[in-house]
């Protein structure tokens, strides 16, 4: 399996522009069985930056509420409910109505506008389609792992083959379809998970050549452009590492501050990702010959499913410190460190600054060699 390329770090927050000015609108609705009576509307600006809080509120004792924002152009937003769900938005219409049953989050509504509808309906097709490849991708690893089942081996590897064709073309139809450009970014990055550069490159083209006012489509046009003909520059280097604080194996909340005082390996992996797995010899074997010196791990895993999880950690034999907040390629830390894709790891020195990314197989214990002594 190849590392799946991730540049939803930077597509997925893209914010978008056209002609039209939009302005004022709402967001109104009923949210019930919410964990907690406090809710936000928040703007995904351009370049990966953090959610803007734009207005909030106290949910009625009958649940309902309203938000109030204004924006200048096409972009996504996000409803966020305190401890709980959030729901992905579009401002492409004026009054936008939402109902949520927490208990059922999966079935909420959303009228006034379309975009946010079509991309309720994208979620919810490609949940299926992603669920069945993700289990056809543990199959395989399994399967890679073991002798002798080279025939059943082939067959879902063919399988997965076309699971992932499958995906790719419902992706790519999606956004040749969707008169919404903000939409058509946000699923491109969906898609930045699975398809090859040129795929996504040839997309975001498309998409920027069809609303050319469009700044948001326009910036991915150039980012897919850079992307396809040069190496990414690492912005990271030299700079505080950001803070994660995310729940352990336990469910306690856990933060990478608190290691603050050693070098630690930030650790970016997942169960489901056959290169992660095999570079983690090359991690034990480093922890297991500096974990006295003053260096620890922290594995960051993108998986959503925790029992996958846990017995990746036991079976790899992976005994520092791991946190995730179980989603996927939408896990916080994908935007925060710029992840495209994994393994991905950044060394930071005992002060928290980032010294080295991407260390693998022996330049991770040379690095650390050359460090610690």
């Known amino acids: 399996m190849k590392p799946l390329v991730y540049i939803a770090a930077v597509i997925a927050l893209l914010s978008s522009c056209q002609e039209k000015k939009y302005g004022a609108f709402t967001v109104s609705g009923k949210i019930t069985n919410a964990p907690s009576k406090k809710i936000f509307l928040q703007e995904l600006p351009y370049g990966g930056e953090q959610p803007v809080i734009l207005d909030s509120t106290t949910l009625k004792d009958n649940g309902n509420f309203e938000l109030r924002a204004v924006g200048t152009e096409e972009t996504l937003y996000r409803l966020v409910i305190e401890n709980g769900p959030d729901v992905l938005l579009v401002n492409d219409g004026k009054s936008i109505r939402v109902n949520v049953d927490v208990n059922n989050f999966r079935a909420y509504t959303i009228e006034g506008s379309e975009a946010s509808e079509n991309l309720h309906k994208l979620f919810e097709d490609f949940h299926v389609k992603d669920s069945s490849l993700y289990v056809t991708f543990k199959k395989v690893d399994s399967m890679q792992q073991m002798e002798g089942n080279d025939s059943l081996l082939n067959i879902e590897r063919d399988k997965r083959d076309r699971q992932l064709k499958d995906l790719n073309k419902f992706l790519t139809d999606f956004v040749n379809a969707s008169e919404s450009p903000a939409a ?3 699923a491109i990055g969906m898609g930045s998970r699975t398809m090859e550069p040129e795929q996504l490159k040839a997309l975001a083209d498309a998409s920027s050549d069809k609303f050319k006012e469009h700044s948001g489509l326009a910036k991915l046009k150039s980012l897919m452009t850079v992307s396809t003909t040069a190496p990414p520059s690492n912005s990271l280097l030299n700079q505080p590492a950001p803070e994660i604080s995310l729940p352990d194996t ?18 970016f992996w997942a169960s489901w990702c056959m290169p992660c797995r095999k570079e983690n010899p090359n ?22 499913d925790k029992e996958a999880w846990l017995e990746a950690i036991a079976k790899d034999k992976l005994t520092w410190k791991h946190i995730s907040d179980l989603k996927y390629w939408e896990s916080v830390v994908v935007p925060m460190y710029k992840i495209e894709g994994i393994p991905f790891n950044v060394l930071l020195d005992p002060t928290g600054k980032i010294i080295a990314t991407d260390l693998r197989g022996e330049a991770l214990e040379k690095k650390l060699a050359e460090l610690i002594q």
């Open 250 to 267: 336990e469910g306690k909340m856990f933060s990478l501050s608190s290691l603050k005082g050693k070098y630690v390996l930030v650790d």
């Open 283 to 304: 991690v034990v074997a480093a922890y297991n010959k500096f974990k006295d010196k003053n260096f620890t791990i922290l594995g960051v895993s993108l998986d959503q």
């Open 184 to 186: 058509r970014y946000y």
